[in-house]
């Protein structure tokens, strides 16, 4: 594949399924069709997708551990005119996966970096868990040791933002307990589990009563999980009461939205924020009613 802008070639970021090979996309197959050398985290496990689409580019080994010989060989690759695709094992490469290094030294060498998106299992997961999807954070795999992995949730308790978690089979149930004791038996949490896949299984509840469900069949601890853990409550979550409704909408009727929201709090009790939030949202309903 010849990159025309520059004599260097480029370095693709190309993402793979998590499961079901259907998922590959198109550009993903042409991409690593035309490369020159394919940088893969397992070559014999990617050899089976290279092989299911009929792409017979040269394979090289890239991982974590691959020492700086090994990055400066590709990066040499990529000065030299080559181009080369990054894989990992499953999904977007960087991604909990291996790449960081090699993307940013060819970066700064100023070569050619371009992504070739697909599917991540954090992205799938967030589509599907019905939980709130507008802000996240993703924490990748939460810490192997009982103490610091509790540490971790604890410290993350006030976090308002959904947050995405990777966990594997044998540490599940331990992880989901420890969730439970750091962020509260009732905090509402999804475990999606073998995304993509045959067995995929995608279960909404508290924290509490995944821990029982958990442990209730066995098949449930098999596979790959993505756990997420809904943000905690904001003030503006907190239900405000009716009656104090009520007495916003009669002030409203005669007093500016800022002396009715201040007498409404006054006289109910509920935070001034509160129910500013909930004047400007009815201000903006044609028949000018507070939402009930
Ligand atoms: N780069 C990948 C991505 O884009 O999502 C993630 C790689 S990370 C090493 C592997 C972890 O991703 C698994 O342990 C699991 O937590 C999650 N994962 C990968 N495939 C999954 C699937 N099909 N269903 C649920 N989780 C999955």
Not at 123 to 138: K, N, Q, V
Not at 168 to 187: K, W, Y
Not at 206 to 235: C, M, P, Y
Request: charged letters at 25%; proline letters at 4%.
């Amino acid at each position: 594949m010849s990159d025309t802008a520059s004599s260097s070639g480029t370095l693709y970021i190309v993402a793979t399924p998590i499961g079901n090979l259907g998922d590959m996309t198109s550009r993903a197959i042409e991409t690593l069709k035309a490369v020159d050398l394919i940088a893969a985290e397992d070559t014999r496990h990617s050899a089976r997708l290279l092989q299911h689409f009929g792409i017979q580019t040269r394979m090289t080994s890239y991982h974590d551990f691959s020492d700086d010989a090994r990055v400066e060989l590709l990066l040499h690759n990529l000065l030299d005119g080559q181009s080369v695709a990054l894989i990992s094992d499953a999904g977007t490469p960087l991604i909990s996966d291996p790449g960081y290094r090699l993307v940013n030294r060819a970066r700064e060498r100023g070569l050619r970096v371009v992504p070739i998106p697909g599917v991540c299992a954090m992205t799938t997961a967030l589509s599907a868990a019905g939980i709130p999807s507008d802000r996240f954070a993703f924490e990748g795999f939460p810490p192997a040791k009982h103490t610091s992995r509790l540490k971790l949730f604890q410290a993350l308790v006030q976090e308002t933002r959904t947050l995405v978690f990777y966990e594997s089979p044998h540490r599940i149930l331990e992880c989901v307990d420890d969730m439970a004791a750091g962020f509260g038996f009732d905090r509402t949490a999804v475990i999606a589990r073998e995304l993509t896949k045959t067995f995929e299984t995608i279960h909404c509840d508290t924290l509490g009563s995944l821990q029982h469900w958990l442990r209730a069949d066995e098949n449930q601890q098999r596979g790959e999980f993505v756990v997420l853990i809904k943000g905690a409550a904001t003030e503006q979550d907190e239900e405000i009461p009716a009656d104090a409704k009520r007495i916003l909408q009669v002030l409203m009727e005669e007093l500016s939205v800022k002396q009715a929201v201040s007498l409404a709090s006054r006289l109910s009790g509920v935070k001034k924020n509160q129910l500013y939030a909930l004047a400007l949202a009815s201000a903006a309903k044609p028949d000018d009613t507070v939402a009930q």
